[in-house]
């Protein structure tokens, strides 16, 4: 069975930090991509950031600020989050599936999906 956990979402202030975890089991973390996507009230899902192999993804509105990365050993991503702000208010989701690197943003592309950690920035 394939599990999906994300952690670390909490309310910050603007310009504070904070570090997603992701603990993956029940499948070879090496072999997927891997993203994470966020979902704000009334908006649509938007990709974040996403790692397959040597090929990174980012979203236009956290490069410079997200960085992802994942510890094989620990079958474990992370999202570390710097000088947030409030649009970045939304709860984050990570996925696991198999996109070619050209479309690690296109999350119809990622077959497993965790319960969401909800990270809130406050003005």
């Known amino acids: 069975q394939v599990q999906l956990v994300e952690s670390g979402g909490e309310l910050v202030q603007s310009g504070g930090s904070l570090r997603l975890s992701c603990a993956v089991s029940?499948?070879?973390?090496?072999?997927?991509?891997m993203g994470w996507f966020r979902q704000a009230p009334g908006k649509e899902r938007e990709a974040v950031a996403a790692?397959?192999?040597?090929?990174?993804y980012y979203g236009d509105s956290v490069k410079g600020r997200f960085t992802i990365s994942r510890d094989n050993a620990r079958n474990t991503l992370y999202l570390q989050m710097n000088n947030l702000k409030p649009e970045d208010t939304a709860v984050y989701y990570c996925?696991?599936?198999?996109?070619?690197?050209?479309?690690?943003?296109?999350?119809?592309?990622?077959?497993?999906w965790g319960q969401g950690t909800q990270v809130t920035v406050s003005s």
């Open positions: 029940g499948l070879t973390f090496r072999n997927y991509a």
């Open positions: 790692n397959r192999m040597s090929s990174t």
């Open positions: 996925a696991a599936g198999s996109p070619p690197t050209s479309l690690l943003r296109r999350g119809d592309l990622y077959n497993y």
